[in-house]
């Protein structure tokens, strides 16, 4: 095959192999993608998680300590014979002794083991409770990383777009000092805004670079920086009325759940506490072999097999006040748990305001902010006009620069300001 005609196909080839072998496309996450991915590499939610399951093998535990339990009984036992029927020592009926036997065995009434199996059902949905804790103040943390890496690519772009911008000018003092219009303090001047420019936009590039390794702790079970998040900074997000949010934080608060929870847990350890000191009924069943040959029948042809049952009742009679220990020290619980309660709620109200103003305050300097900037933009455009006319300073510009940066990374900042705020009223309140 001719030459020329390799080369086309040789060509293509290597494209292909190009195309096959480029990187994957960087990783694009909104955040709802964000919350799903910390929310399953969480340690915090992983513990929580595993708290409620161990919760759970409590309860399975304490409702199988009340229902009757079977097990086998397999016992040999030697005494040394000394010519009498029982051997050796009285209390055995003979040198060889076999016991195999089912017994089964079961509490006819025991009010603390009911009163611990209630506790254990209360301490599962403690624990459920306490993984919505993890959760909510999980998504805070997200919302706060995912928010400042928008809010560090935002000032990445103002500072290039202000960079932009002193290079602009740079031009302008140039043209007009070749003019004769302007002097060279000028030149100097905007050459030095240019060169501040610069270092803030390699600062923003950092700020924007860290973020970026701080998110992905949370976000990634291995190290990785290939991702980008989705600045949704501009869509609106309407606070609810204050009562609305009460009635949703009363309704729908872990941490109030929680603690009513602690104060319902110590209540069946009062109560288990004192029917330590109430009688309990119980009872066995045995059946089997007790006797000196491993056999269904003796050498005389009887029966070794066969079946026995007990019932016993256990009475407390003196337990050298430790029955009274155990009951002081289960109402001291119960009234801590009472006391952490109270304050649950009244921190739940204090921060429920606190959260409320905040987001409401951020909410309203929106407008503020963003007028604000618009101001300044309008005034940069007008003082460089006034400059070009020479009716102002170079340094009128430079203010009027620096007052645009600013006024940039304000209005960012607040729309930022606001996303945070609503986070954290949310970890009361759940989502709205």
Same mark, same amino acid.
């Given at each position: 095959?001719?030459?020329?005609?390799?080369?086309?196909?040789?060509?293509?080839?290597?494209?292909? +192999? &190009?195309?096959?072998?480029?990187?994957?496309?960087?990783?694009?996450?909104?955040?709802?993608d964000?919350?799903?991915?910390?929310? &399953?590499?969480?340690?915090?939610?992983?513990?929580a998680?595993?708290?409620?399951?161990?919760?759970?093998?409590?309860?399975?535990?304490?409702? &199988?300590?009340?229902?009757? !339990?079977?097990?086998?009984?397999?016992?040999?036992?030697?005494?040394?014979?000394? *010519?009498?029927?029982?051997?050796?020592?009285?209390? /055995?009926? +003979?040198?060889?002794?076999?016991?195999?036997?089912?017994?089964?065995? *079961?509490? $006819?009434?025991?009010?603390?083991?009911? &009163?611990?199996?209630?506790?254990?059902?209360?301490?599962?949905?403690?624990?459920?409770?306490?993984? @919505?804790?993890?959760?909510?103040?999980?998504?805070?943390?997200?919302?706060?990383?995912?928010? +400042?890496?928008?809010?560090?690519?935002?000032?990445?772009?103002?500072?290039?777009?202000?960079?932009?911008?002193?290079?602009?000018?740079?031009?302008i003092?140039?043209?007009?000092?070749? +003019?004769g219009?302007v002097? =060279?303090?000028d030149?100097?001047?905007?050459?030095?805004?240019? @060169?501040?420019?610069?270092?803030?936009?390699?600062?923003?590039?950092?700020?924007?670079?860290?973020?970026?390794?701080?998110?992905?702790?949370?976000?990634f079970?291995?190290?990785?920086?290939?991702?980008?998040?989705?600045?949704?900074?501009?869509?609106?997000?309407?606070?609810?009325?204050?009562?609305?949010?009460?009635?949703?934080?009363? %309704?729908?608060?872990?941490? $109030?759940?929680?603690?009513?929870g602690?104060? @319902?847990? !110590?209540?069946?350890?009062?109560?288990?506490?004192?029917?330590?000191?109430?009688?309990?009924?119980?009872?066995?069943?045995?059946?089997?072999?007790?006797?000196n040959?491993?056999?269904?029948?003796?050498?005389?042809?009887?029966?070794?097999?066969?079946?026995?049952?007990? $019932?016993?009742?256990?009475?407390?009679?003196?337990?050298? *006040?430790?029955?009274?220990?155990k009951?002081?020290? %289960? @109402?001291?619980?119960?009234?801590?748990a009472? /006391?952490?309660?109270?304050?649950?709620?009244?921190?739940?109200?204090?921060?429920?305001?606190?959260?409320?103003?905040?987001?409401?305050?951020a909410?309203?300097?929106?407008?503020?902010?963003? =007028?604000?900037?618009?101001?300044?933009?309008d005034?940069?455009?007008?003082?460089?006009l006034?400059?070009?006319?020479?009716?102002?300073?170079?340094? !009128?510009?430079?203010?009027?620069?620096?007052?645009?940066?600013?006024?940039? /990374?304000a209005?960012?900042?607040?729309?930022?300001?606001?996303?945070?705020?609503?986070? /954290?009223?949310?970890?009361?309140? *759940?989502?709205?």
């Amino acid at each position: 095959m001719p030459f020329k005609l390799l080369l086309p196909g040789l060509a293509l080839a290597l494209c292909q +192999g &190009a195309l096959a072998q480029s990187p994957p496309a960087a990783l694009r996450l909104t955040l709802e993608d964000a919350m799903a991915r910390a929310r &399953a590499n969480s340690p915090q939610i992983l513990s929580a998680n595993i708290a409620t399951l161990l919760a759970r093998e409590d309860t399975v535990q304490a409702k &199988a300590a009340l229902l009757p !339990e079977a097990s086998s009984f397999n016992q040999f036992i030697y005494t040394q014979p000394n *010519g009498a029927p029982s051997g050796t020592f009285v209390s /055995n009926d +003979g040198p060889h002794v076999y016991n195999n036997q089912a017994v089964v065995h *079961g509490d $006819i009434y025991s009010f603390e083991k009911i &009163a611990d199996y209630r506790k254990t059902q209360v301490a599962e949905a403690v624990a459920r409770a306490k993984v @919505e804790i993890a959760s909510r103040g999980l998504t805070a943390v997200v919302v706060q990383n995912y928010y +400042g890496m928008v809010s560090a690519a935002r000032k990445v772009a103002n500072a290039q777009q202000s960079l932009s911008e002193a290079r602009e000018f740079l031009d302008i003092t140039q043209k007009q000092e070749r +003019g004769g219009e302007v002097a =060279h303090s000028d030149v100097v001047k905007a050459q030095i805004q240019v @060169e501040q420019r610069q270092r803030d936009s390699q600062e923003a590039q950092l700020d924007l670079d860290k973020a970026r390794l701080g998110f992905s702790v949370l976000l990634f079970p291995d190290f990785r920086q290939d991702f980008s998040v989705v600045d949704d900074l501009d869509v609106s997000r309407p606070l609810p009325p204050l009562a609305d949010a009460q009635k949703l934080a009363g %309704a729908n608060n872990p941490d $109030i759940r929680a603690a009513q929870g602690a104060v @319902e847990m !110590e209540s069946w350890e009062v109560k288990s506490a004192r029917a330590a000191r109430l009688p309990s009924l119980s009872f066995d069943y045995f059946f089997g072999i007790n006797a000196n040959q491993f056999a269904l029948h003796d050498p005389e042809g009887l029966r070794n097999y066969g079946s026995s049952a007990q $019932i016993q009742l256990n009475i407390p009679v003196w337990t050298w *006040g430790a029955a009274s220990s155990k009951i002081r020290q %289960a @109402e001291l619980g119960l009234q801590q748990a009472h /006391n952490d309660l109270s304050f649950t709620q009244r921190q739940l109200l204090a921060n429920l305001n606190a959260f409320y103003l905040e987001a409401d305050a951020a909410s309203f300097q929106i407008g503020s902010l963003r =007028h604000s900037l618009d101001l300044a933009t309008d005034s940069l455009r007008l003082t460089k006009l006034r400059y070009q006319a020479g009716e102002v300073s170079v340094l !009128e510009v430079v203010d009027a620069q620096s007052t645009l940066v600013d006024a940039r /990374n304000a209005y960012d900042d607040g729309m930022v300001r606001y996303r945070l705020a609503v986070a /954290n009223l949310q970890t009361l309140t *759940g989502a709205f």
